[in-house]
């Protein structure tokens, strides 16, 4: 059974779908599959009738500074339902999402936005595009033409959020945990490929959205996911945690994690490292 902490903001579906389970879903019942990936991974092959969401284009407001917002802001809820309605999504319809890099590449942000917006049938594809591969499911290297059906309407993102100031009290404070969920060389300060200065918020911890997997790329036991993070935040109930990455994308893997955990859920900070390197923040290095 998964781990349990506090209040619970949780769907009763579970978040995870198995591809053997989804090969079986699709016999009984109309299934929205949405490919989050790369462009270059669906072009090339992808699950069959699955329609195709880009990070940049429908997932994100991509601004001209990123100071502001980071590298990834959420659009407005009113282009994301114009999104849903171009990929043949509606209230009703129950969507499972995968990409190519086991949830990490947008799977699980676009699991985040459809749950912001009030979705409750969303389920990301354990092992992405390689398990449902060796699961048997038929591929496709066509482009799919979803048929749009009505406007999806919701009024804003209903999902915890952090911003930035709050972020730089809240990782000094005792009542808080910031998580830090990128590689741990990025976090040291190490290396930095994408933004433009290297470290980590001071105050912030390190943990790696990669271990939420096993060695074949598929999310470990819930109830180990679970007692790691209660673990990690020593007392700090889940819902007071912080979860940021570069740019609000990958940090939405270890939010999907944690809910599969059945922790509660915790804060999103958008704007992540790629907003804070960009503003005049104490920045700290080493581990």
Known sequence: ???????????????????????????????????????????????????????????????????????????????????????GITPQSHVVVYDDKNGALAAARFWWMLRAAGHEKVQVLNGGLTAAVKAGFPL?????????????????????????????TAALGTEHVVIDVREAARYRGETEPIDLIAGHIPGAINLPYAGN???NGLFIKPEIIGQKYVDELKGVNAANA??????????????????????????????????????DKNIASGS
């Open 213 to 215: 997997l096993d060695e």
């Open 1 to 87: 059974m998964p781990f349990r902490q506090g209040l619970l903001i949780y769907s009763l579906m579970e978040p995870i779908i198995q591809p053997e389970d989804l090969l079986e879903l699709v016999k009984t019942t109309d299934v929205v599959i949405v490919d989050a990936g790369s462009s270059i991974s669906y072009g090339t092959q992808h699950l069959k009738g699955a329609v195709y969401a880009d990070l940049n284009l429908d997932l994100a407001a991509v601004p001209e500074d990123a100071a502001k917002g980071g590298r990834h802001p959420l659009p407005d809820p009113a282009y994301f339902g114009q999104v849903l309605s171009r990929l």
């Open 242 to 279: 912080i979860i940021h990455c570069g740019s609000g994308v990958t940090a939405c893997h270890t939010i999907l994690a944690m809910n599969y955990a059945g922790l509660p859920m915790p804060k999103l900070y958008v704007g992540s490292w790629s907003e804070w390197s960009r503003n």
């Open 140 to 168: 496709s290297d066509l482009v799919e033409m979803p048929i749009p059906v009505a406007e999806y309407t919701f009024a804003d993102w209903n999902l915890p959020q952090a911003y930035m100031d709050e972020v730089e």
